[in-house]
């Protein structure tokens, strides 16, 4: 039997799918660290980005300062969080090296996206009277939004793939199953897990692009 059909086997087995440690409740566990994650790095990120955009000032320093923090692994920051006081927050840990890690394409894509809307429109925009806080929400934001929510979608499915850390901090998700799966030295289980990562992942890609094949044409860019 090949590596694949007992992995097969084994990710068809009911067996698999019931109880705390079974498929459904990993799957759940995975599914809401990942909607978190990304929510917190949502809520830092673009905010920031936005405002940095939209001033056009201190923007390519910021991306510049986030873009190197991907040069370090996020086992990395998981490894060092876990030695200091964050280490006795449960899952506190793997949040903030979640965080961390989702925030460079939220911030990058934000703030390119920003600085790319046509500024002839903004200087229309100022000339009819409007603040700055309506040019930002109802000129700058709707036309950059494209670019934006690709900076979302890229950093939803890089934290679905590396959610899985979780499980080495004593975490849930799907990695759990990957970590049991070699703590059984059980190929099928760890390879199952795996699998599960990735359809996971192609998911979420698919998600969010019948999202945006849906939304409004303004919001697509006009494409």
């Given at each position: 039997m090949s590596t694949l059909t007992a992995a097969w086997h084994w990710l068809t087995d009911p067996a698999h799918w019931s109880g705390d440690d079974g498929i459904r409740h990993r799957l759940l566990q995975h599914l809401v660290l990942t909607v978190v994650c990304l929510a917190v790095s949502c809520a830092?990120?673009?905010?920031?980005?936005?405002?940095?955009?939209?001033?056009?000032?201190?923007?390519?320093?910021?991306?510049?300062?986030?873009?190197?923090?991907?040069?370090?692994?996020t086992f990395a920051v998981l490894v060092l969080l876990l030695l200091t006081p964050v280490g006795r927050w449960g899952e506190g840990p793997t949040v903030v090296a979640l965080v961390l890690f989702a925030v460079p394409p939220l911030l990058t894509n934000a703030y390119v996206g920003m600085r790319e809307v046509d500024r002839g429109v903004v200087r229309a925009?100022?000339?009819?009277?409007?603040?700055?806080?309506?040019?930002?929400l109802r000129v700058e934001l709707p036309l950059a939004l494209p670019l934006v929510m690709t900076g979302v979608?890229?950093?939803?499915?890089?934290?679905?793939?590396?959610?899985?850390?979780?499980?080495?901090?004593?975490?849930?998700?799907?990695?759990?199953?990957?970590?049991?799966?070699?703590?059984?030295?059980?190929?099928?289980?760890?390879?199952?897990?795996?699998?599960?990562?990735?359809?996971?992942?192609?998911?979420?890609?698919?998600?969010?692009?019948?999202?945006?094949?849906l939304a409004p044409v303004w919001a697509r860019g006009g494409r």
């Open positions: 830092l990120a673009l905010p920031v980005a936005l405002v940095l955009g939209h001033l056009g000032r201190g923007g390519a320093l910021a991306v510049n300062v986030s873009n190197a923090g991907r040069a370090v692994p925009a100022r000339g009819m009277g409007m603040t700055g806080a309506q040019m930002l979608r890229i950093a939803a499915v890089q934290l679905v793939a590396t959610a899985t850390i979780a499980a080495l901090a004593g975490g849930g998700g799907l990695g759990r199953i990957i970590t049991a799966g070699f703590n059984l030295a059980s190929t099928p289980q760890v390879v199952g897990g795996a699998i599960l990562v990735a359809a996971f992942a192609l998911v979420v890609e698919g998600v969010f692009e019948a999202a945006e094949r």
